[in-house]
């Protein structure tokens, strides 16, 4: 590839393009966006499960990436998100394709369940990708313990993702002083997410006569999570709101409505949840689990956290019930996901550097 410039290089990019929106499929978006300028003859092979029928994503998810093995040929380098659970199992043969004819492999892990044990088709997709694949990941937490897990990894990239969300946010108005204390909740409202955890606090807040508001934002995952939300309903009467799925200046609004954003997640694969950000940039205060990389991606800002979401309300109960709406802890919020922001734009330069650098 000695001579060939970035308009020469024949870059591949696998993986889920939205519909339907979810962490990966935004961050594949995102690549795709940045790394287009750089790359006139960039392909996209769309492995997501589409708009079709429930019953039908699987085998269109499936179809999708058996036919993406064909884009592989030809490529110079590939990038693949990495599929979790056994859909890791076709990562490892893409990437075993890839590796084949020749074109670098860059893999994008998006999932923590993997990275805390070693299995055998994370050792499959290793090998079959070869010693000299980059693995890229979202934090150093994930780096650290991938490379702990895996430690025949050689090469380990970070890209964090705090610039996938809408930066709308940074327009709304710092939090004021003294203002009432409202928590929002926000995500595919669900056990995993902790949809238990923020109404029992909630109503504990309400029971000790703290002057509390709750938002909740989202669709409701099951027939658990509507539950859930009857009870909330029930037990604050007029402090609840739902206000359902949330898109463009709904969720602007949301966040600008709330103080506190209450994210008590249990869910395995959780990493670096984009809605964090999303808060931290409202200027709003997290109050989260450790779960993934949280305590990383909130790490220097005003943030209270908890060791899991099975004792969570117990710890943060006393932080909220003493907690203050303050200008100078939104700003503190708001600055700690700049500087966030700051870095993944610095770490994604230096991908593209590391992708062109090989070819001039």
């Known amino acids: 590839m000695g001579g060939k410039t970035p ?3 024949r870059l ?3 993986g889920p393009i939205p519909p339907p929106i979810n962490g990966q499929s935004v961050v594949m978006h995102h690549m795709a966006s940045e790394l287009a300028p750089h790359f ?12 079709s029928p429930k019953w039908a994503r699987p085998l269109s998810a499936l179809f999708r990436s058996v036919n993406a093995l064909r884009k592989v040929r030809g490529s110079d380098a590939v990038y693949i998100a990495v599929k979790a659970g056994k859909g890791m199992w076709l990562t490892a043969a893409t990437a075993g394709l890839a590796r084949m004819t020749g074109a670098r492999v860059f893999l994008h892990h998006h999932s923590y369940a993997y990275v805390r044990e070693r299995t055998s088709r994370m050792v499959a997709l290793m090998r079959a990708a070869g010693s000299n694949a980059h693995h890229i990941v979202l934090s150093q937490s994930m780096a650290h313990d991938l490379g702990g897990v895996m430690p025949e990894i050689r090469r380990i990239l970070v890209i964090g993702n705090a610039g996938l969300i809408d930066k709308g946010l940074l327009d709304l108005p710092i939090k004021a ?5 409202v928590l929002g909740h926000l995500s595919n409202l669900s056990l995993q997410k902790g949809i238990v955890e923020v109404v029992d606090l909630a109503v504990a807040l309400h029971h ?3 002057p509390i508001r709750l938002v909740m934002g989202g669709p409701a995952s099951d027939a658990t999570a509507l539950t859930h939300l009857d009870r909330a309903a029930r037990e604050l009467g007029d402090l609840f709101e739902n206000r359902g799925p949330l898109t463009g200046d709904a969720k602007l609004d949301f966040f600008g409505a709330i103080t506190h954003f209450i994210f008590p997640s249990r869910y395995a694969h ?10 931290m940039a409202a200027g709003a205060v997290c109050v989260a689990t450790r779960q993934g990389s949280i305590s990383e991606q909130l790490n220097g800002s005003p943030s209270l956290l908890s060791n899991g979401a ?3 309300v ?3 109960l006393p932080a909220l019930a003493v907690a203050a709406v303050s200008s100078a802890t939104s700003q503190e919020s708001r600055y700690a996901y700049l500087r966030a922001l700051a870095e993944s734009e610095r770490q994604l330069a230096d991908f593209v550097t590391i992708l062109v650098r090989r070819i001039l």
């Open 310 to 312: 099975d004792s969570f």
């Open 270 to 279: 959780e990493a670096v949840p984009l809605v964090l950000y999303e808060a």
């Open 12 to 14: 591949t990019l696998i």
């Open 7 to 9: 308009s020469d290089m």
């Open 208 to 210: 000790a006569n703290i």
């Open 40 to 51: 006139e003859q960039m392909r996209i092979a769309d492995t997501s499960e589409g708009d």
């Open 177 to 181: 002083d003294g203002g009432q204390l």
């Open 314 to 316: 117990e710890e943060m």
